[in-house]
């Protein structure tokens, strides 16, 4: 074969990855050695060597994230935008896959996904009649259990006696079987039923089975060590294929499982030539991401853990050695998400750009510090995976409205809006309701129905609810003449849900209005309103797909893969991180999870990586001291600079020397009794940003960095009320303001 343009700029290894492409390969290699550029080069030489066509080809990722990107990087390799792939999350492909067969577990194609909060509505309807001890089992750790199991690829008569963890005083595995029932009869599955599902239909039913082995001549599947064992069954279902060699190509690093108490089985990796005789393994030892200092630091930490298969890890950047690894110590973490955005403050002037900088938290409460402080320096930054708008109450209240809309069945999404607004629907009238849906054996809305003429209810929630049956019904002949975009406008509309929040006076009322305007103009992207729910459900992290210039703030978990010029790791603390939770399980496990966890946060940054840790932190309400992580100790002095003459648990015995410590005096924190206050107080950080701000007059021109420009209507201390060109009126806090001189 000529060399293609394609492969030029690999190393041998990787090239030997790439075009090996017959038979079981398994890439096992460190991180940034190019295991993912590995997998989307192989799937575009598959391509342009005219191995296979683009549907024959399965490509796993683990994110929605990281599937565009692949997409796009192999319709840049190729020369044309890529399409009809099967190339997505487990999740998606499983989905897609499921909706062809759905008959074969007792659904139809136009089955439901529920979300967590729909499945804790289902269970608590499904236990009632174990009469469970909920303080003693919660529910949701009931869902967790059988989640485990469908991890586990188990239906419920596959979970033996030996399995049954005694949960729900040894119910569980009775409950699950009903749980299952009830799914099906609303033709609804959960996330892990998607895998669960698809994979039963392959194991009992050969010709489905055959057909994908027909289908699929390549299977490519990137993160692998992080696959649990209903993925790795369906992986090994499609893989093997009768006469034929598995062309399965998997790629992985046991050093960044980061997803066992998600279920996922690293011993994947280790099993994999047993399962694939003849699998060839290859190495890649040059990392080109990061430079030798992070290298250094982050293998320095990592060999801290025992049980690892064991990787050479060789800087491949011809660049110098590059910067140490800095360690900041800050008095707490309010001063923490300072320093972080002077720091982010003076790279921008430097012209770094801010779409190279992350900060990575171990706990999604960490990130709210951040945002303050972001909005504050005037620091456009995007939360990557955390505040998810689909999540939000009012956007959850208009997706149940939607379902029933094209599914008058939903109950699940009919109970949760039967009574919002306020229809007069009691805990009586709900009862009534369930009694007669199920003596009709139909569902609620057909009840509610029925009930309206047998005269069942009485005075203002009968009439309340004869309404919204005829703003359904009349939504639904919109829909099929104008459209869903007109539908579901009025829907909220006439269902008065809208005019709910224009009442509302608390203060998140408005921003509520503008996600669901927001959610109105989203849909005028799909073209139907199923489509619509479809994405929904399954791209949960579709916010921020343009790239611009922000700072990424996210989890660690969600940085996986990724790579940034810098990183911030803010909150090395133990207790944070490692989390409280690890710690108060005790033992080695755990902690070596949460080591891996601090390994993928450092290999995420190319030239600069910044640890933060905070002597004390404000847990809710409360100041808590405390102490640096031991991971701090674990970094091999030679690659890190410590800041100051910070102590680490190695040299701290008591608080108060650390207190009294001199870094901190000359900090940027000013002294130290006004400090010693602010940590006793428990009143919220904005009400110093309220006292000290200035009030701005009526009529003057301000630009705030989140709503952009606007003029001041009304103001108040603290408080104003701003007519923003973009976003239409708000109240802000005056101290986010900027006074624009024209
Ligand atoms: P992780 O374990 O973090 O997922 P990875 O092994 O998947 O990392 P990639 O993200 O594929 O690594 O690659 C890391 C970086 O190195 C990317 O920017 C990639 O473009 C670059 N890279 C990979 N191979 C080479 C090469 N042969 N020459 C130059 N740069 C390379
Ligand atoms: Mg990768």
């Not at 949701?140 to 485990?148: T, Y």
């Not at 940085?559 to 010029?565: I, T, Y």
């Not at 800041?643 to 130290?672: A, I, L, W």
């Amino acid at each position: 074969m000529t060399t293609q343009s394609h492969l030029e700029r690999l190393n041998p290894e990787q090239r030997a990855a790439i075009e090996t492409t017959e038979g079981p390969l398994l890439v096992l290699a460190g991180a940034g050695t190019g295991k993912t550029r590995v997998l989307t080069t192989r799937f575009a030489h598959i391509l342009l060597s005219g191995h296979a066509k683009p549907w024959q080809i399965l490509a796993v990722t683990f994110t929605n994230k990281a599937a565009r990107e692949m997409r796009e990087r192999i319709s840049a390799l190729i020369g044309e935008p890529a399409e009809g792939l099967w190339l997505g999350t487990f999740h998606a492909l499983c989905a897609r896959m499921l909706r062809r067969h759905a008959e074969y577990v007792g659904l139809t194609s136009g089955f439901l996904i529920l979300d967590t909060d729909d499945q804790l509505r289902l269970v608590k309807q499904v236990v009632e009649p174990w009469r469970i001890d909920v303080k003693r089992w919660p529910l949701p750790g009931l869902l967790g259990v059988i989640q485990r199991w469908k991890d586990r690829g188990l239906t419920p008569d596959r979970v033996t006696g030996a399995e049954d963890c005694g949960y729900a005083d040894g119910h569980a595995r009775a409950i699950y079987a009903a749980y299952q029932t009830r799914l099906r009869e609303l033709n609804a599955c959960d996330f892990g039923d998607l895998m669960l599902h698809i994979v039963e239909i392959l194991r009992t039913r050969p010709d489905v089975l055959e057909q994908y082995h027909r289908l699929f001549r390549y299977i490519l599947v990137d993160e692998y060590q992080d696959t649990n064992t209903v993925q790795y069954l369906w992986l090994r279902l499609l893989a093997r294929r009768e006469g034929a060699p598995s062309n399965i190509c998997c790629v992985g690093d046991d050093d960044q499982s980061i997803y066992s108490w998600r279920g996922a089985e690293v011993e994947n990796i280790l099993r994999f030539e047993k399962d694939f005789p003849g699998a060839k393994i290859v190495r890649l030892e040059r990392n080109y991401r990061s430079t030798a200092q992070i290298l250094g630091a982050a293998a320095g930490l990592i060999a801290h853990n025992d049980g690892r298969l064991g990787k050479t890890l060789r800087p491949g950047r011809e660049d110098a050695q590059g910067l140490p690894v800095q360690i900041i110590s800050t008095w707490d973490s309010d001063a923490e998400a300072r320093d972080v955005c002077q720091r982010i403050e003076t790279l921008r002037r430097d012209d770094h750009a801010l779409g190279e900088m992350a900060i990575l938290v171990r706990a999604g409460f960490q990130t709210r510090a951040f945002e303050e402080r972001l909005v504050q320096f005037g620091i456009p930054y995007r939360i990557v995976g955390g505040l998810r708008f689909y999540e939000r109450a009012e956007i959850r209240d208009a997706l149940a409205y939607m379902r029933v809309l094209i599914n008058p069945v939903d109950d699940l999404a009919f109970e949760r809006i039967v009574n919002v607004p306020k229809r007069g629907v009691g805990t009586a009238a709900l009862q009534k309701l369930h009694a007669e849906a199920r003596a009709r054996r139909s569902g609620l809305a057909e009840a509610v129905e029925s009930l309206l003429q047998s005269d069942g209810f009485r005075g203002k929630s009968r009439e309340r609810l004869a309404s919204l049956m005829d703003v359904f019904s009349g939504q639904r002949r919109t829909l099929e003449k104008e459209g869903h975009v007109v539908a579901v406008n009025g829907l909220l509309e006439d269902s008065g849900y809208l005019e709910m929040w224009r009442n509302d006076t608390s203060p998140d009322a408005p921003g509520r209005l503008e996600n669901l305007k927001e959610l109105v103009r989203a849909l005028a992207d799909f073209g139907t309103l199923g489509e619509f729910l479809e994405h929904v459900s399954l791209v949960m992290d579709a916010e921020g797909a343009a790239e611009e210039a922000r700072v990424s703030v996210m989890t660690l978990h969600g940085a996986k893969g990724l790579e940034f010029d810098t990183v911030f790791l803010p909150g090395w603390e133990e207790g944070v991180f490692p989390s409280q939770r690890t710690l108060d399980e005790g033992g080695d496990k755990g902690l070596e999870e949460e080591r891996r966890l601090a390994y993928v946060g450092i290999t995420r940054a190319r030239h600069r990586a910044v640890i933060l840790h905070a002597a004390s932190r404000r847990i809710y309400a409360n100041w808590q001291e405390s102490m640096p992580s031991r991971f701090l100790d674990e970094l091999p002095d030679e690659y890190v600079e410590r800041e100051g003459e910070t102590p680490t648990r190695r040299d701290r015995q008591d608080y108060s020397g650390f207190f009294s410590n001199s870094v901190f005096s000359d900090s940027q924190n000013s002294t130290m009794a006004p400090l010693v206050a602010k940590r006793r107080r428990v009143s919220p950080v904005h009400e110093d940003l309220m006292n000290s701000a200035p009030q701005i007059e009526v009529g003057v021109r301000v630009f705030h960095q989140k709503f952009g420009s606007g003029v001041v209507v009304s103001a108040d201390r603290g408080a104003t009320e701003v007519a923003f060109e973009e976003s239409g009126t708000r109240r802000v806090m005056s101290s986010y303001l900027q006074v624009m001189s024209d």
